[in-house]
């Protein structure tokens, strides 16, 4: 008969496989680093703003701020701001870095009507802008695919206006139009905000970031207007993007809002 020896019978401890390490993309990484950044975007070919904010989070492909004036997803924005060396993919020895940007989310965080903050959520797209953007910078861009599989700028073209975007979240949905009658008090103001013709109107259809109104005024597009609403005790900056005559034969005006969005929570 064999005999087993001590080392035979002793028991085998199967040895745990060492996890697979997955290495973290550091560049694609957000994090928390609340650099200065000066956000710059256009009303129309002759008109821009800009503001000095800080960032919430950064990417190398992309950052969160929050600004006083919505900025409409899909509008583009040239940014600048001191971004690490690390985060960057081109000027690494400049002292600022300038990159365009296109709005994927702007949420209203502000507590007050009279003092509007806005959450922003931009993709960068890279060093320069799409061509048709010089010619009309008041375009909508929607984004399509990233470079290098994913781990790089986003490509944009111009944005389906007409698009089917319900299964959308809220926070990036296309603004919902509202068909309804709306009072509205417009006021034509020339550069330096003197109210150079003043109409009561309302509206044919009006959402967070717009309205159709009609009106008796001569408007060209790019023609600024103020819109009040005594309602809802807001007076919001807007800019003509096109006027049409309905089969009624009234004009209509189509106007963004500006500097704030319209509060639909009494008709919403």
Same mark, same amino acid.
């Given at each position: 008969?064999?005999?087993?020896?001590?080392?035979?019978?002793?028991?085998?401890?199967?040895?745990?496989?060492?996890?697979?390490?997955?290495?973290?993309?550091?560049?694609?990484?957000?994090?928390?680093?609340?650099?200065?950044?000066?956000?710059?975007?256009?009303?129309?070919?002759?008109?821009?703003?800009?503001?000095?904010?800080?960032?919430?989070?950064?990417?190398?492909?992309?950052?969160?701020?929050?600004?006083?004036?919505?900025?409409?997803?899909?509008?583009?924005?040239?940014?600048?701001?001191?971004?690490?060396?690390?985060?960057?993919?081109?000027?690494?020895?400049?002292?600022?870095?300038?990159?365009?940007?296109?709005?994927?989310?702007?949420?209203?965080?502000?507590?007050?009507?009279?003092?509007?903050?806005?959450?922003? +959520?931009? $993709? =960068?797209?890279?060093?320069? *802008?799409? /061509?048709?953007?010089?010619?009309?910078?008041?375009?909508?861009? &929607? #984004?399509?695919?990233?470079?290098?599989? +994913?781990? $790089? =700028?986003?490509?944009?073209? *111009?944005? /389906?206006?007409?698009?089917?975007?319900?299964?959308?979240?809220? &926070? #990036?949905?296309?603004?919902?139009?509202?068909?309804?009658?709306?009072?509205?008090?417009?006021?034509?103001?020339?550069?330096?905000?003197?109210?150079?013709?003043?109409?009561?109107?309302?509206?044919?259809?009006?959402?967070?970031?717009?309205?159709?109104?009609?009106?008796?005024?001569?408007?060209?597009?790019?023609?600024?207007?103020?819109?009040?609403?005594?309602?809802?005790?807001?007076?919001?900056?807007?800019?003509?993007?096109?006027?049409?005559?309905?089969?009624?034969?009234?004009?209509?005006?189509?106007?963004?809002?500006?500097?704030?969005?319209?509060?639909?929570?009494?008709?919403?």
């Amino acid at each position: 008969m064999l005999t087993a020896t001590p080392e035979q019978t002793r028991s085998i401890t199967p040895v745990a496989p060492k996890p697979t390490v997955v290495k973290e993309n550091r560049r694609i990484q957000r994090i928390s680093l609340p650099l200065p950044v000066r956000v710059e975007s256009k009303i129309d070919a002759e008109t821009s703003w800009n503001e000095i904010t800080r960032l919430s989070d950064v990417s190398a492909f992309g950052a969160g701020f929050v600004l006083k004036r919505p900025l409409k997803r899909g509008r583009l924005a040239v940014l600048t701001l001191p971004m690490p060396r690390q985060l960057r993919s081109f000027d690494f020895t400049e002292p600022q870095y300038r990159i365009w940007a296109v709005v994927r989310r702007c949420i209203s965080v502000g507590r007050t009507i009279d003092k509007p903050e806005y959450s922003v +959520g931009v $993709g =960068f797209i890279g060093k320069t *802008p799409p /061509d048709s953007y010089l010619h009309n910078p008041a375009q909508l861009f &929607d #984004i399509f695919h990233r470079e290098d599989n +994913g781990q $790089g =700028f986003w490509h944009v073209g *111009p944005a /389906d206006l007409l698009a089917d975007d319900s299964s959308l979240p809220t &926070d #990036i949905r296309k603004q919902t139009r509202f068909h309804i009658p709306e009072s509205l008090k417009i006021d034509r103001v020339d550069a330096l905000g003197n109210i150079l013709e003043s109409e009561t109107t309302v509206t044919e259809n009006i959402s967070l970031g717009g309205a159709a109104v009609f009106t008796s005024m001569k408007a060209d597009a790019g023609t600024f207007l103020r819109v009040s609403s005594d309602r809802f005790n807001v007076t919001i900056l807007s800019v003509v993007r096109a006027s049409r005559v309905g089969q009624d034969g009234i004009t209509r005006l189509h106007l963004e809002f500006i500097d704030r969005l319209f509060p639909l929570e009494g008709i919403s």
